[in-house]
Structure formats: C-alpha cells, structure tokens
C-alpha cells in the first residue's frame, strides 16, 4: 500500500517536473549563508548529492571558507551520496533512517563512508 504512494508521488513530480529535494538543497544554502563557519566546523568536507531518478547533482562544500552550495557536480567531492527524490526527502524528515536506507539499496554512498553519518547533522541544522 505504502509503495503505491511512493509510486505517485513519483509519477506527479515526473509528470509535473517538480523536485521535492530541491526545496531542501535551497534550505540547505540558505543555512550555509546563516551559519556557514559553524557548519563548515561541523561538516569538513565536499558532500555530492545525487538524486538518481530525477538527475539533480547537488554540492554541499563544507570544507572551504565559509562553505558553498550550488547545482553541479563536484569531481573533487570527498563523499558522494546517491539516493532517490522521495527517499532524499523522507530521510531529511526522519522518517527514513540512512542506516536502513544504505543497507536496503536506497542509498549508495561513494567516498568516505564515514562522512555520510554526518549527514543527518547537517539535515537537522538546514532545518534551523
């Protein structure tokens, strides 16, 4: 029941264009503009987002100064993460976990794993 839900929300943003996890990158430059140096403190490196079935490349450069955000691909980025619109959203709102994101195959994660679990952190601090 649950998957069919998913399954229209992906044919409406399909059909509409819309990208849900946009609004939360734009969040998440916003909180960069705000607070950049502590995040950058918090964050220490390039985060790449990419979410698979809409092609949106996102990068997150907490690393730099005061850190940056925009809508591209980062080569030098030191952790990539993959993952799909919805799944990008639910995780940002609690309600998917990335450990069980990663071990069901809804999150691949490219780089150093071990910046991935600082995700969840800087989710929350957009959200300020």
Same mark, same amino acid.
């Given at each position: 029941?649950?998957?069919?839900?998913?399954?229209?929300?992906?044919?409406?943003? !399909?059909?509409?264009?819309?990208?849900?996890?946009?609004?939360?990158?734009?969040?998440m430059?916003?909180?960069?503009?705000?607070?950049?140096?502590?995040?950058?403190?918090?964050?220490?490196?390039?985060?790449?987002?990419?979410?698979?079935?809409?092609? !949106?490349?996102?990068?997150?450069?907490?690393?730099?100064?005061?850190?940056?955000?925009?809508?591209?691909?980062?080569?030098?980025?030191?952790?990539?993460? !993959?993952?799909?619109?919805?799944?990008?959203?639910?995780?940002?709102e609690?309600?998917?976990?990335?450990?069980?994101?990663?071990?069901?195959?809804?999150?691949?994660?490219?780089?150093?794993?071990?910046?991935?679990?600082?995700?969840?952190?800087?989710?929350e601090?957009?959200?300020?």
């Amino acid at each position: 029941q649950a998957s069919g839900v998913q399954g229209s929300a992906s044919v409406f943003q !399909t059909f509409f264009g819309f990208i849900m996890s946009k609004a939360l990158f734009v969040q998440m430059a916003a909180a960069l503009q705000a607070d950049g140096a502590n995040l950058v403190k918090a964050g220490g490196a390039i985060f790449q987002f990419v979410i698979s079935d809409t092609d !949106t490349k996102f990068c997150l450069d907490l690393k730099n100064g005061n850190g940056s955000a925009s809508f591209e691909e980062n080569p030098s980025a030191d952790v990539t993460i !993959t993952i799909a619109d919805a799944d990008m959203v639910a995780m940002a709102e609690g309600k998917l976990d990335g450990m069980q994101a990663f071990m069901g195959g809804k999150l691949k994660i490219k780089g150093n794993m071990m910046l991935a679990q600082k995700l969840q952190g800087i989710l929350e601090a957009a959200k300020k």
